[in-house]
């Protein structure tokens, strides 16, 4: 009978390691593309497998082996007996694998294949490939966020505010383009770096989003999605330590993380800010995270948007408390933010500031002109924020109008659970 802790399992193996193991995979093959299909294949064999005969030993190495033996078997079929198929059968074959058959130990062969030295390049390389040029900027973020990120096509198209039919395009057309361009599957040379690196980093702070505030689901925090993006942030901060807004991006994340103990109760409720435990913060991801801004500050060439964001969160990270954080200081902080990146999102984050340092019906019209302008129509956010600002100016019933959008249009069961509360409130 099969066991549905199998199905788990192999859920969440995937969850943390899909990126590694396609990346694995995209190094092998040298095909980006043949390389996903190679692990979804893999993955479907876990399903099948896993919950009947047991999880192995090492869940990623079995998951790479096969990936690695579908591409045998293809090859084989394609009659492709070129330098290709002899380098992957001499791999095979040290792994303890024969051409074409069973994993002979699955977990032995995924310690011989499962290189640890190697995974931060591979996962690195699979970031810059699906971020190439070639791609469109919308291309590179639904890819990545797929291949790199292990975001389904609904969880990406919530975190890019676009319909889920847009995203699986994307990634479809991504993929065709690659292949075509014959993009080879590498980190690129330093002097080829800077017009992908934007891109990069791009990529992993929307990663490190959906980790922190997931869109959907039960749970607030996808612990999982932002230790990647943190990793991610890292291992590029070693790879480029003269670009600044790499670390004021690993400022970012760092300084963000710092609350996530905090930022739930006992039974995985949110906490907001206000009420948040600050002796629960983590005080040495604090100290990373403002290290990371120094040095980006120490480049000497102003602060880029990543670097803004990552000052932002230093205040609320020295603040003793919400009210004697230094609102002012992030009310500018925003203004200049907007500035050299326009977003409907940071304005609505400069409306909350400005609440705080002069009152809501100073932040009102802020909210109102996004509002009329339409461009978060799509999120909970703007009806979240209006409903409050509205509350605190003693307007009730347009206020309860607005939350009861707001848990409409809410996709996270906590954070929905979170509105309903202060619509309750209301009453």
């Not at 975001?151 to 919530?158: G, K, M, N, P």
């Not at 770096?193 to 039960?218: K, M, N, P």
């Not at 992030?330 to 409907?344: F, H, K, M, N, Q």
């Not at 609505?348 to 996004?370: C, E, F, K, Q």
């Amino acid at each position: 009978m099969a066991d549905p802790s199998g199905r788990e399992a192999v859920a969440a193996v995937w969850r943390i390691e899909s990126a590694r193991i396609v990346g694995a995979l995209a190094r092998y093959t040298g095909d980006f593309a043949l390389a996903e299909d190679l692990a979804q294949e893999a993955l479907a064999e876990a399903l099948v497998t896993w919950p009947r005969d047991g999880v192995p030993r090492s869940p990623a190495g079995w998951l790479l082996t096969v990936g690695r033996r579908r591409a045998i078997d293809g090859f084989r079929r394609r009659s492709a007996l070129d330098d290709r198929y002899a380098a992957l059968a001499r791999h095979l074959g040290e792994g303890g694998v024969a051409a074409g058959g069973e994993p002979a130990d699955p977990a032995r062969d995924g310690d011989v294949l499962w290189d640890p030295d190697q995974i931060d390049d591979d996962v690195l390389a699979l970031m810059f490939v699906a971020c190439h040029p070639v791609l469109s900027r919308e291309a590179r973020l639904a890819l990545t966020l797929r291949v790199v990120g292990g975001l389904t096509s609904d969880e990406i198209a919530r975190a890019l505010l676009v319909p889920t039919a847009t995203v699986q395009a994307r990634i479809t057309r991504a993929k065709k383009t690659l292949a075509a361009a014959r993009v080879p599957f590498q980190v690129p040379p330093a002097g080829e770096r800077a017009g992908q690196l934007g891109s990069v980093l791009g990529v992993i702070y929307l990663i490190f989003t959906e980790g922190s505030s997931a869109s959907s689901g039960g749970d607030l925090i996808r612990f999982d999605l932002a230790g990647e993006a943190l990793r991610l942030a890292r291992v590029l901060g070693r790879l480029v330590p003269g670009e600044p807004e790499v670390h004021g991006l690993l400022a970012l994340l760092e300084l963000t993380a710092a609350r996530f103990p905090a930022r739930t109760g006992p039974d995985g409720e949110p906490v907001l800010l206000e009420h948040q435990d600050r002796r629960r913060w983590d005080r040495a991801a604090i100290r990373r995270g403002r290290a990371a801004l120094a040095r980006a500050e120490k480049a000497g060439r102003g602060l880029g948007a990543y670097g803004l964001q990552a000052a932002i969160a230093e205040c609320h990270a020295v603040a003793p408390s919400v009210d004697e954080t230094n609102w002012e200081r992030v009310v500018l902080i925003y203004e200049t933010l907007g500035r050299l990146a326009p977003s409907p999102v940071v304005d609505l984050n400069r409306a909350v500031a400005v609440s705080m340092a002069h009152g809501p019906s100073a932040a009102l019209p802020i909210v109102d002109d996004l509002a009329a302008a339409g461009e978060l129509a799509a999120s909970h956010l703007l009806p979240g924020v209006r409903g409050e600002l509205l509350a605190r100016l003693g307007r009730t019933g347009e206020a309860r109008v607005e939350l009861k959008r707001a848990v409409e249009l809410c996709g996270n069961e906590r954070e929905r659970a979170l509105l309903e509360g202060k619509l309750a409130d209301l009453a």
